[in-house]
C-alpha cells in the first residue's frame, strides 16, 4: 500500500501559468481532499470530494478547479497562477467503513512557488 | 464557525518529561477529533483519533481524551524522547457531511536532550 501520493513534490511557476497537481490513493477510499497549509495561517480546505464525479467547495475555493474521474484520483487545478498560490499543497482521503472510519489519512505534500 | 485553538503554540521539555498538549474548540457538536504530527517539511502523520461517543484513545506512550463538553482535548506524552520533537496538530470533523477537518494552529514541542 502506498497510501495517498502526490504529484509532483515540488513546482515553481511564473504568475499567470497553469498547472495541475495529481493526487492518488490505494485505499478505495471515498473521500478526498485537497488543503493548503500557510506560515500562521494553518490548513485550511481548499475543494473536496464525496464521491466519483462529485465535487464541492471548502473554505479557500478561489482560483482552483477540481476533478475527480476515478475514485482513486483527485484533481487541483490551476488555471492562472498568482504568487497567493505559494503555499504547500496536501492531499488527504477516508473511508466510510473500517476502523477507526473517517480517519485522514495525508500525502507528503507539494511545495508550489509562484514567482 | 468552528475556532479550534492549541496552547501552548511552542513547547520545550527535557527528555524524559511527561507533558500535556491542549486542545479547544468552540462547538460541540463533533463527529470526531483526531491528533496529527507533522515533521520539518513533511505531511501529517495521524496519531489518534477519538469519536465523539468516546473519551480518550491510547497509543503506545500516548493518550487522548476528549471533553465535548467543556470543548477540550488533550495529547498526553509520557516519557517524551528527541524523536517526539515534531509540531502537533488537532483537527475537529463537525456532523454534517463532507467529514471536513478544521484543523488547531498547532504546538511545535522540542524535546532536548
Known amino acids: 500500500n502506498a497510501g495517498v501520493t502526490q504529484t509532483p513534490k515540488f513546482r515553481v511557476l511564473k504568475t499567470g501559468q497553469s498547472m495541475t497537481l495529481l493526487c492518488a490513493q490505494d485505499m478505495n477510499h471515498e473521500y478526498m481532499y485537497w488543503y493548503r497549509q500557510d506560515p500562521g495561517m494553518g490548513l485550511r480546505l481548499i475543494h473536496y470530494s464525496v464521491g466519483e464525479g462529485t465535487t464541492a467547495k471548502g473554505e479557500v475555493p478561489d482560483g482552483y478547479n477540481v476533478s475527480r474521474l476515478k475514485k482513486q484520483n483527485f484533481l487541483l487545478g490551476l488555471e492562472s497562477a498568482a504568487p497567493s498560490q505559494t503555499s504547500v499543497y496536501f492531499c488527504a482521503s477516508t473511508g466510510t467503513s473500517g476502523s477507526p472510519y473517517n480517519e485522514q489519512f495525508f500525502g507528503p505534500g507539494t511545495r508550489l512557488t509562484v514567482l | 464557525k468552528q475556532e479550534v485553538t492549541q496552547i501552548p503554540a511552542a513547547l520545550s521539555v527535557p527528555e524524559g518529561e511527561n507533558l500535556v498538549l491542549n486542545c479547544s474548540f468552540t462547538?460541540?457538536?463533533?463527529?470526531?477529533l483526531q491528533w496529527f504530527r507533522q515533521d520539518p517539511g513533511k505531511g501529517l502523520t495521524s496519531l489518534l483519533l477519538i469519536q465523539s461517543s468516546q473519551r480518550e484513545q491510547t497509543s503506545g506512550r500516548l493518550n487522548a481524551s476528549l471533553d465535548k463538553s467543556s470543548g477540550r482535548s488533550t495529547l498526553y506524552i509520557a516519557a517524551s524522547q528527541p524523536g517526539d520533537s515534531a509540531t502537533y496538530l488537532c483537527a475537529l470533523i463537525l456532523t454534517g457531511g463532507g467529514n471536513k477537518l478544521t484543523f488547531g494552529t498547532g504546538t511545535q514541542l522540542k524535546v532536548e536532550l
Open positions: 462547538d460541540s457538536a463533533i463527529y470526531n
